[in-house]
């Protein structure tokens, strides 16, 4: 009773003070995170919450935006250039695989320390550092109908392969998906040899002396220790296919030919700066996002299966 | 939080950041300032947004110069200029326009795809444009609604811009034509580029890339084919993009196209690539600008005046004309009154004989006469923008979306035989339909 009284009496004293220092601590938690929170609401929620009511409305940037409800995500389901630009971010998407695999390969042969990896790291790296804008620049020259790469298909008799790479519509979006794979792949190199790197060896030795072949232990042990990071750099690509190459098509093909390289991003930039309509766009924005989100989410719940 | 809704608001955050992009700045009402200028109210910082400052040598000097005149007219006045990318100024406008922040001075594009489609931002200028102004100058078409003579003005027009056929006389001779060329229909210009080609001469250099050539075919096949009161409808909304008016506009092109007279890498090429060509002599005709860039000023030095020639569209007296471009005030700007005196200042007539000197842009004054030394092709062409046969150009009409959109991308398709004219004209109406400025 004592004991027990004893014992009531002196615990919540030391939970009181336990829970005032817990308290403390929480509330320096907070103070030392506010900075933080203070932006991000500055600068991402409250944008984002604008953006979202503004795809409710009509808004030309010079008057008052008015409500319109969902006329505009109504319009979206007609419009047939953003249906067709969805499309084209679809080809993009279902170019995973691609942009997968040969990250996947190259990261594995610098792993295994082939001669001269460090060369090749490098080089790999390097289209990484060069801006869109650039890129886009760069491959307008080269891919010209008279530009390098004809001149040099002409020059070795392969004159028949030379074409208009920019200005066929069947050729120019696969050429601007080669393009954005070469551009950004050498981040994936970059992963991936961060995931090899962090491999269990010992799994690997235990393969080797059960006498696994290297394939098989390729397939069978290193494939599935570096799916959380396939997982991670298929959720980036997903984002980046949506939102990152905005410049270099831009810069590249403006669109064109005709609307052959029209992605959502690109739309949406158009409607909302050449066409003015800023509370459309935000629709096509809001309806990005969603299918981010869903892409997203699939694909990693496909990847998810597949390892359980 | 469970982990599916981490990795959910995730996701979620990495997209709303893309929409963010349309997010910046918000709805507001649109405020006009106070109005009528005075001496006393021209001082402090006048800012001024300039797509063609930095890019044109002979503008950026001229306008360099007039700067410095009109400050030390203002002792009190700091002019800040920037130069604004031209390929990219509608968007950094429209950014403007929304976060209602910006320079004192925009340069616009004329007409329904410039500054008439700003028109809800901008001041309308009637109370400070003097009736001598009004009537000196030229061009108001291109800075009121509906292309009209008269009504509220939303800049004042500066220069003189079209679009005009150049040929180059060496190569007319070579191929047995006329040296003073003036077709009198569109079959005779294409008869005449079959004759250039089968004596192996280029007809026609240009190109396409953008799609602003054919702005130029539009905009004379229209002129061509139509009254000026049909242009006007164009730009009133009141006839459609699919009318025949428009079909028959866009023939011209197609025709010479389908002809073979343009180079095959027309479409790969852009249009200062064309114009260099036609200078370097690989081309016997292009069609040009009246002023700025592709014109006489960039063609008489490398292939001589006296072998320079103008011709016009066949079809009809017709002189079609817009403004080089037009200067106004967004309604957001804070020095309304020194904006304006410098506005009245650059369209001066001192000012536009130093803008003639220095850069070739052709005065938009009627008061300015071009000095005996000026090129022929700039005499006449300044001679013909005076004619009673001047309307207004019907490129003028179109709505910037269309213009910079739907037009370009879609008539390079048809040119290509990838897709219908209907259907292009088609998706032209649906844009014109969706964008117009009310």
């Known amino acids: 009773m004592t004991a027990s009284s004893g014992a009531g009496s002196v615990g919540p004293r030391t939970g009181r003070r336990h829970g005032a220092r817990h308290s403390g601590r929480g509330l320096t938690r907070w103070l030392f995170l506010l900075p933080a929170l203070v932006l991000l609401a500055v600068l991402i929620v409250y944008p984002i919450g604008d953006a979202i009511r503004l795809a409710f409305t009509s808004w030309d940037g010079f008057s008052a935006p008015h409500s319109i409800g969902l006329s505009n995500f109504e319009d979206l389901l007609k419009d047939k250039r953003f249906k067709e630009s969805l499309l084209h971010n679809l080809a993009i998407v279902v170019a995973i695989p691609i942009w997968i695999a040969v990250p996947y390969a190259v990261a ?4 295994t320390k082939v001669a ?9 790296f390097l289209p990484v550092v060069l801006s869109p804008v650039v890129l886009g620049a760069y491959y307008g020259i ?11 298909l002409r020059s070795v008799g392969l004159g028949g392969l030379a074409h208009e790479w920019l200005n066929d519509p069947a050729l120019t979006l696969p050429v601007v998906i080669g393009i954005i794979i070469w551009a950004t792949f050498g981040v994936g190199v970059l992963i991936f040899l961060a995931g090899l790197a962090n491999l269990d060896e010992e799994i690997v030795e235990a393969a080797q002396v059960d006498g696994a072949s290297r394939w098989q232990i390729q397939r069978h042990v290193v494939f599935w220790q570096l799916l959380p990071v396939i997982e991670f750099w298929t959720v980036i690509i997903v984002i980046a296919s949506f939102t990152a190459f905005f410049p270099l098509i831009y810069t590249l093909t403006k669109g064109g030919p005709g609307t052959a390289t029209f992605t959502v991003d690109f739309d949406l930039y158009s409607e909302a700066f050449t066409s003015g309509r800023l509370g459309y766009a935000s629709a096509i924005g809001v309806v990005m996002m969603f299918i981010i989100l869903v892409t997203c989410g699939g694909l990693v719940a496909l990847l998810r299966w597949r390892r359980s | 939080m469970t982990k599916p809704f981490r990795t959910g608001l995730g996701f979620g955050l990495a997209g709303l950041l893309a929409i963010a992009l349309v997010a910046c700045g918000g709805g507001g009402d649109s405020q006009s300032g106070a109005t009528g200028g005075s ?27 007039l700067d410095a005149e009109f400050e030390k007219l203002h002792p009190g006045v700091t002019i800040e200029r920037t130069a604004q990318p031209y390929e990219n100024y509608e968007a950094i406008y429209r950014a403007a326009f929304t976060a209602h922040e910006g320079p004192d001075i925009m340069t616009m594009s004329p007409g329904q795809s410039g500054v008439l489609s700003y028109k809800n931002g901008l001041e309308e200028l009637n109370d400070r444009i003097s009736p001598e102004m ?42 047995g034509l006329s040296t003073s060329f003036q077709p009198k229909s569109w079959g005779e210009l294409i008869s005449a580029g079959k004759r250039l080609k089968a ?4 007809p026609f250099a240009g190109g396409n890339k953008e799609g602003s050539e054919t702005w130029g075919w539009f905009s004379l096949g229209f002129q061509s084919a139509n009254t000026p009161q049909q242009t006007t409808e164009l730009a009133e ?7 025949e008016a428009v079909t028959k506009a866009f023939q011209p092109e197609i025709e010479t196209q389908e002809a073979g007279l343009y180079p095959s890498d027309r479409f790969g090429k852009t249009a200062i690539e064309g114009f260099t060509q036609f200078a370097e002599g690989k081309g016997a005709m292009i069609l040009g600008f009246w002023t700025t860039g592709g014109y006489w000023g960039d063609f008489n030095p490398a292939i001589g005046e006296k072998n320079l020639g103008i011709f016009y569209p066949p079809g009809n007296a017709q002189v079609g004309t817009l403004a080089g471009y037009a200067d106004s005030i967004p309604v957001f700007a804070k020095n309304k009154d020194a904006a304006w005196a410098l506005i009245e200042f650059l369209s001066s ?5 130093t803008f003639f000197r220095e850069a070739g842009i052709l005065p938009n004054r009627g008061d300015v006469t071009l000095p005996k030394s000026a090129p022929v092709q700039a005499r006449e062409l300044v001679e013909a923008s005076r004619s009673p046969e001047r309307v207004i150009a019907p490129n003028a009409a179109l709505q910037a979306a269309v213009n910079f959109g739907t037009m370009p991308a879609e008539m390079n398709q048809v040119l290509q035989g990838r897709t219908s004219l209907e259907g292009a004209q088609e998706a032209m109406q649906e844009t014109a339909e969706k964008t117009r400025v009310e």
């Open chain 1, 108 to 111: 594995c042969g610098i792993h």
């Open chain 1, 116 to 124: 001269g990896w460090r060369f090749f790291r490098l080089v790999f």
């Open chain 1, 142 to 152: 080269v891919l010209a109908e008279s530009g390098p790469l004809n001149g040099a």
């Open chain 2, 39 to 65: 001496e006393a109210n021209v001082s402090g910082k006048i800012a001024v947004w300039d797509f063609e400052y930095e890019t044109t040598p002979g503008y950026t000097k001229a306008i360099k110069a």
């Open chain 2, 134 to 175: 009004n009537e000196s100058i030229s061009q108001w078409e291109s800075v009121t609604p509906g292309l009209a003579a008269e009504g509220p003005r939303y800049g004042v027009p500066f220069g003189i811009q079209g679009w005009v056929f150049y040929y180059n006389k060496q190569l007319f001779a070579k191929a």
């Open chain 2, 199 to 202: 004596a192996g001469i280029q």
């Open chain 2, 237 to 243: 909304g009141k006839m459609s993009y699919t009318d």
């Open chain 2, 349 to 353: 007539k001192k000012a536009s004989e």
